[in-house]
């Protein structure tokens, strides 16, 4: 079985990312952005895993609720122990907080691979490295990260693979620098 696992689909970071988006895009109104971002996110699910066998889960704090910018419904909705009001206090205190990764990982049941992506890059590539190093196939499919709007306007940008992007040799050797002795992660 093959999954594709977005963390927390909801309204407080789609808003963020778009507003954060559009001050640097003004031409266009919040709602196109948005509207956009639904079409296109949607988009990316179905051609890259839906038409090829993944089963869609969505990991969410044990009281929040899925955005209506994700426009595919899931096979199976992920809830985590903790909920908002503990995750945003732990976020002014200034401490780290991840979603239970074996919690998860059992709700998400047998799997032989995993694709995962959504909000934050932090948290997906702390789940990704639990699968991988539980022995799971897996990797981050980092168009759909919180830079999705970003990725999506890039010229060459695909739907219907990762990565999609070209990138500049440049860019290239700083992701490489990143990603060493991450596996999970595209290697470029």
């Known amino acids: 079985m093959k999954s594709f696992l977005f963390f927390n689909p909801v309204d407080r970071y789609f808003d963020i990312e778009i ?27 179905r051609q890259r895993y839906l038409r090829n066998g993944f089963s869609i889960h969505y990991a969410l ?3 929040d609720h899925i955005s209506s910018k994700m426009a595919v419904p899931p096979d199976k909705i992920m ?10 206090a732990l976020e002014q205190e ?23 992506s959504g909000f934050h890059s932090d948290c997906v590539d702390y789940f ?5 190093n539980s022995g799971i196939k897996t990797m981050v499919d980092d168009d759909l990260l919180e830079n999705f709007l970003y990725w999506s306007r890039q ?5 219907d693979i990762f990565p999609s992007v070209k990138l ?3 860019q290239l050797v700083m992701i490489r620098m990143g990603r060493a002795g991450k596996p999970w992660l595209w290697q470029h």
């Open 19 to 45: 507003t954060n988006y559009n001050h640097t895009h003004r031409q266009e109104s919040i709602d196109t952005v948005g509207n956009r971002y639904r079409d296109k996110l949607a988009q990316c699910i």
């Open 128 to 132: 990704a490295e639990f699968a991988y």
């Open 168 to 170: 500049s040799e440049e």
């Open 79 to 88: 809830r985590s122990s903790m909920n908002s009001l503990a995750q945003i």
């Open 155 to 159: 010229p060459g940008f695909r739907t």
């Open 94 to 116: 200034g401490e780290e907080y991840h979603m239970d990764n074996k919690e998860l990982l059992s709700q998400l049941g047998p799997t032989d691979e995993i694709m995962v």
């Open 61 to 63: 704090l044990n009281d």
